[in-house]
């Protein structure tokens, strides 16, 4: 959008790729709330049909920094008050969804239909569609951090931020979101973000091969699963013996 028209401005380039998210995120939803099909499955599955009519669309052709307006460019390298502006996004976004989630009868919904999706419907939550609006919210978001991520990287194809799924499923595990849903916090996934970035760098200043990276993102994946079954069973196990006490 902002190569063939970098008149229009950069509010309209975030825009196409908000609007390019929420499409992509409310197809999602749909097939999960219609088809009855596993989130997971459903994300993963459309992350490549979506990669793939990418390709097709540019035809393997990528965007340069040369081919965008300067203002793109300088969206993310912008500072307020000497702060980077990406932070403050950050933070915003961050504050924004924790307020929803913890303060609102919507966000509370939310945590219900993670925990217990047939006792939710049973007592009136909507939970089609507040599913369908969670999955819409997170394409709207996917597609901001994709404009943004064109902004701050400049060149891009359709490759760009390949195999960060499983990073972005480890820093939400490890952030203590329950794989099974119901439990998990904005705050925890922050950290759990800034704990991969210095396993990252932590692997990279002991010189060990990036490429191993993966291996260990997912170590923490089954660590941080296992931990939270062993809890989970645990609580279960105490509640079945005060029953019978």
């Known amino acids: 959008v902002m190569t063939g028209n970098p008149s229009i401005g950069i509010a309209a380039g975030i ?4 609007a390019l998210g929420l499409a992509c995120g409310m197809f999602n939803g749909a097939i999960v709330t219609y088809g009855r099909v596993p989130a997971i499955v459903v ?3 459309t992350m490549s049909v979506f990669r793939g009519i990418d390709s097709l669309w540019t035809g393997g052709r990528q965007i340069s920094a040369d081919q965008v307006p300067q203002a793109w460019l300088d969206l ?3 500072r307020v008050l000497g702060v980077p502006l990406m932070i403050i996004i950050a933070v915003a976004i961050m504050i924004v969804a924790a307020v929803l989630l913890r303060r609102t009868a919507t966000g509370r919904e939310f945590f219900a239909i993670g925990s217990n999706p047939s006792g939710a419907e049973l007592i009136g939550i909507p939970s089609r569609r507040l599913i369908l609006l969670a999955f819409s919210i997170a394409g709207l978001l996917a597609g901001f951090a994709g404009a943004l ?3 701050r990287y400049a060149t891009i194809d359709a490759r ?7 990073t972005v499923i480890a820093a939400a595990v490890v952030g203590g979101v329950a794989i099974r849903g119901g439990a998990g916090t904005i705050l925890g996934v922050a950290f759990g973000a800034l704990t991969l970035l210095v396993i990252r760098n ?5 010189r060990v ?3 191993w990276l993966q291996g260990v993102y997912g170590l923490v994946i089954l660590a941080a699963i296992g931990l939270d079954a062993l809890v989970s069973h645990r609580a279960t196990a105490a509640a079945s013996t005060r029953r019978i006490r």
Not at 15 to 18: F, I, P, R, S, T
Not at 160 to 166: I, M, Q, R, S, T
Not at 202 to 206: D, P, S, Y
């Open 160 to 166: 760009v931020a390949y195999g960060y799924e499983l």
């Open 209 to 211: 091969d990036p490429l």
């Open 149 to 151: 991520w064109a902004s």
């Open 76 to 78: 993310t390298s912008a």
């Open 15 to 18: 825009l196409a790729g908000c």
């Open 202 to 206: 932590g692997l990279i200043l002991v």
């Open 43 to 45: 994300t993963l599955g």
